[in-house]
């Protein structure tokens, strides 16, 4: 079958599977899956992957890294309201393992951080291993001059502040006693760069961006866009996103896709 055809083919089939993308080695006629957690990939894929060899003449391999910023991302959305990391998160690689380090003013009981590593494991294949701090609650949330605010307190002083002034937040995090903020992406902080250093003065915290892209968020806010034949590739380096698409772009939709660009810094194209 030719490759082209036969990549639709199996992106079609797999793409329920938290499928990444696919490419196609011409010499050898071997299809290269890449998802993004082949740990966590059920049993019935095997006949499945069989299936589309009978259907399309392509052998096929999978790739066996698990994708370190979508395992990054599915542990910021399963970390419960409240809850920050002390630290970035430490990788083991050869035991596919994550460990943690958070703090919270009241820190979720043992049940709800056992089924949050259960969820953890199931989705990604990955064992979470959890190391908790309570941040001791303090009554005044103003600080005193020299001071910090409490923990919390600062994030939610951060976010709704960063919220009025129209700013989209993801995540803000405690990393080695200072203040950490997600933006969709590094460059869509710019425009908020005065209100972070006013943040500064009346928290207390030194607060720093994050430098990943939010590529989830991107793709995403792409799709709500516009259609996509399959999932959009992130190109970090250029800071561009290419899609498929089965018809011609209208002038409205690349109106918008150009006020995402002014938003995000990132530019989207074929």
Do not use: C
Not at 144 to 166: C, D, S, V
């Amino acid at each position: 079958m030719e490759q082209n055809q036969a990549r639709e083919i199996f992106i079609a089939a797999l793409k329920n599977y938290d499928l990444n993308k696919v490419g196609m080695n011409t010499e050898t006629g071997e299809v290269i899956i890449y998802f993004y957690f082949p740990q966590a990939l059920p049993e019935e894929i095997n006949s499945m992957l069989l299936d589309l060899l009978k259907q399309t003449g392509w052998t096929w391999r999978i790739n066996q890294e698990t994708n370190m910023e979508a395992l990054k991302l599915k542990l910021a959305e399963l970390l419960p309201e409240g809850v920050s990391l002390v630290k970035e998160p430490s990788i083991y690689r050869e035991e596919n393992k994550v460990k943690i380090k958070v703090m919270s003013a009241s820190n979720p009981d043992q049940h709800q951080w056992q089924r949050i590593m259960l969820d953890f494991n199931k989705v990604t294949g990955w064992k979470l291993e959890v190391q908790t701090e309570t941040q001791p609650t303090v009554m005044e949330i103003p600080k005193t001059i020299g001071g910090k605010m409490e923990i919390n307190a600062a994030f939610n002083h951060i976010k709704n502040r960063l919220k009025a002034e129209g700013a989209e937040i993801y995540k803000t995090s405690l990393v080695e006693g200072s203040i950490r903020v997600q933006f969709i992406t590094p460059q869509a902080a710019e425009p908020y760069k005065q209100v972070l250093s006013k943040l500064e003065e009346e928290t207390g915290y030194a607060i720093s961006i994050y430098l990943e892209p939010n590529a989830s968020a991107l793709f995403q806010k792409v799709r709500s866009i516009i259609p996509v034949k399959k999932n959009p590739s992130l190109f970090k380096d250029r800071r561009e996103i290419k899609i498929v698409v089965d018809e011609p772009i209208d002038e409205e939709t690349k109106q918008k896709l150009e006020q995402f660009f002014a938003e995000t810094g990132y530019k989207v194209s074929e």
